[in-house]
């Protein structure tokens, strides 16, 4: 961890946390797993307080999620003008933000996070109902928030080390998402179709 990072989670611990948070969830790239981890390491030593790190992470990738979803719900009636290939596309991703958003909503808070941003966006575009995506979303960052903060709290001494690792592996995570979905599209896009 840089000193100037670290200077900066111990002195704006809480309000780092929050505002980080909030901006992740919008894409917007800022260290948020090496302060989160941070902010856990300083409260294992009593520099912060590890229960205000928690409810201002939580509050924080909350408030980002509500944001995301409701810009994409703003941006949906731009969406539901296409025409022909893309209006079949939506239509797809409406049918499986139904079937399978809830798991996709949740999935995407912690195990492959770097795609939350967008599976926000897409859940509010789609239609997705807010009280099922708020409801995943609330589960999802609970989970999230005690992974970074408790890694933070019990490896306080090894934080870059485990950042690396958590930082590798949700990234792999994502990264193979994003290829087998890549692949499924490839796959349905070689097979003939049959009209009838």
Do not use: K
Not at 117 to 131: C, D, E, F, L, R
Request: positive net charge.
């Amino acid at each position: 961890m840089t000193d100037a990072l670290a200077d900066l989670v111990i002195h704006h611990g809480v309000l780092l946390v929050l505002a980080a948070t909030f901006l992740s969830c919008l894409a917007v790239p800022v260290p948020t797993s090496l302060i989160m981890l941070s902010a856990g390491a300083f409260s294992a030593g009593d520099d912060l307080s590890l229960t205000l790190c928690a409810l201002a992470a939580l509050a924080g990738a909350l408030a980002g999620d509500q944001a995301g979803f409701a810009l994409g719900r703003w941006s949906s009636g731009i969406v539901t003008r296409a025409r022909g290939r893309a209006a079949r596309l939506l239509e797809q991703a409406r049918a499986l933000t139904a079937r399978r958003g809830g798991m996709a909503v949740y999935l995407s808070r912690w195990l492959f996070s770097p795609l939350g941003p967008y599976v926000n966006y897409i859940a509010g575009a789609t239609g997705m109902a807010w009280v099922r995506f708020t409801f995943w979303a609330v589960l999802g960052e609970g989970v999230w928030v005690a992974i970074y903060l408790g890694a933070g709290y019990i490896f306080a001494d090894q934080i870059e080390a485990v950042a690396t690792i958590l930082s590798n592996a949700s990234g792999a995570a994502a990264g193979l998402v994003v290829t087998a979905g890549l692949g499924l599209w490839l796959w349905r896009q070689s097979v003939p179709r049959q009209d009838g």
